[in-house]
């Protein structure tokens, strides 16, 4: 089974498309969900994001690895 998802915008008239669907029922199941998804990232998403990139840049022969702090930042 294939599954088509179609995203629009939050302006876009979504009556055209689902009559469309609904034309179609006969050909395929047709089954309409609508669902608010949110593609803003939370402060703590972006915060590890940054983390992740800072940890990538980090040359670990110059970082005392012996730290807790070190060890806590660099396991995540």
């Known amino acids: 089974m294939n599954e088509i998802v179609v995203k629009l915008t939050p302006a876009a008239d979504v009556s055209?498309?689902?009559r469309a669907f609904e034309n179609m029922?006969?050909?395929?199941?047709?089954?309409?969900?609508k669902t608010d998804n949110n593609e803003e990232?939370?402060?703590?998403?972006?915060?590890?994001d940054k983390l992740h990139e800072i940890k990538r840049e980090i040359n670990p022969?110059?970082?005392?690895?012996?730290?807790?702090r070190t060890k806590y930042i660099m396991s995540k």
Not at 41 to 48: T, Y
């Open 61 to 68: 022969s110059v970082i005392d690895m012996d730290d807790d």
């Open 41 to 48: 990232k939370s402060a703590s998403s972006e915060w590890l």
């Open 16 to 18: 055209l498309l689902q």
């Open 25 to 33: 029922k006969g050909v395929f199941s047709v089954t309409l969900r």
